[in-house]
């Protein structure tokens, strides 16, 4: 039993362990690409909330209330098909050709958006939690607003954002789960594929959920470094009187 699972596991055919091994560096390729776009929309949508006029405080409360009351499969199959459909259409209507959109591509774009409305409510949590003293100190310097985001409001903010910011990238790594439904070759269809060719349904599922497991405690890890690194030099919550 043990050596037909290791065989089956191997990371030369006919073995699937290279498949699994291909398909999970797929899955953190495309979540690590959705974070960085998240973090990205998320840190304008934050100071768009906060800071913005009324038109842009609106437009980014419908996009944060849509993109988190819809289920993340909907969206997926939403902006990949309908998107990419209005997209060719758009174009055909002007005279151009049909283009055909990166799976790879769309996979992160589409988790990227996802990723966005979900950062731009933990960072802006995070910038409210950062004393206005600071900030005012900063206006006080004469630090235009730019500078002033740039060397004291993220700075300070980001030790309570870690915290969120490492749950969505959790949420991140298993959301490229569901590209599988649009044939995207990450580890969760590769899992099916090496399943369904062996009937060995439990041994290849188990080690997906090992290997979702590794990365788990692996950025667990990592970011507790980072928030440690993030929080040096300010008060401890213990120390506060």
Do not use: H
């Amino acid at each position: 039993m043990v050596e037909q699972t290791l065989a089956l596991l191997a990371l030369e055919p006919p073995g699937w362990g290279g498949n699994l091994l291909r398909g999970l560096w797929a899955s953190l390729v495309i979540a690590g690409g959705a974070f960085g776009i998240g973090l990205v929309i998320g840190t304008f949508g934050a100071f768009g909330k906060l800071y913005g006029g009324p038109v842009a405080r609106d437009l980014l409360a419908v996009y944060t209330t849509v993109v988190r009351a819809v289920p993340e499969l909907v969206l997926i199959l939403i902006l990949y098909f309908a998107v990419t459909d209005a997209v060719n259409q758009l174009l055909v209507s002007f005279g151009y050709q049909r283009i055909q959109i990166s799976g790879f591509a769309a996979g992160i774009a589409v988790l990227g958006v996802v990723q966005g409305a979900y950062a731009t409510e933990v960072i802006r949590g995070a910038i409210l939690a950062v004393p206005p003293g600071q900030i005012e100190a900063a206006r006080a310097y004469g630090m235009p607003p730019g500078m002033t985001a740039r060397r004291v409001t993220l700075p300070l903010a980001l030790s309570s954002a870690i915290p969120g910011l490492a749950n969505l990238w959790l949420i991140a790594t298993k959301d490229t789960a569901l590209l599988a439904i649009v044939g995207f070759a990450e580890l969760t269809l590769t899992t099916r594929q090496a399943a369904g060719a062996t009937r060995a349904y439990f041994t290849f599922f188990l080690a997906a959920g090992a290997l979702y497991l590794l990365v788990t405690l692996v950025s667990g890890w990592g970011f507790r470094l980072l928030e440690r690194r993030a929080r040096r030099g300010l008060p401890s919550a213990g120390g506060a009187r």
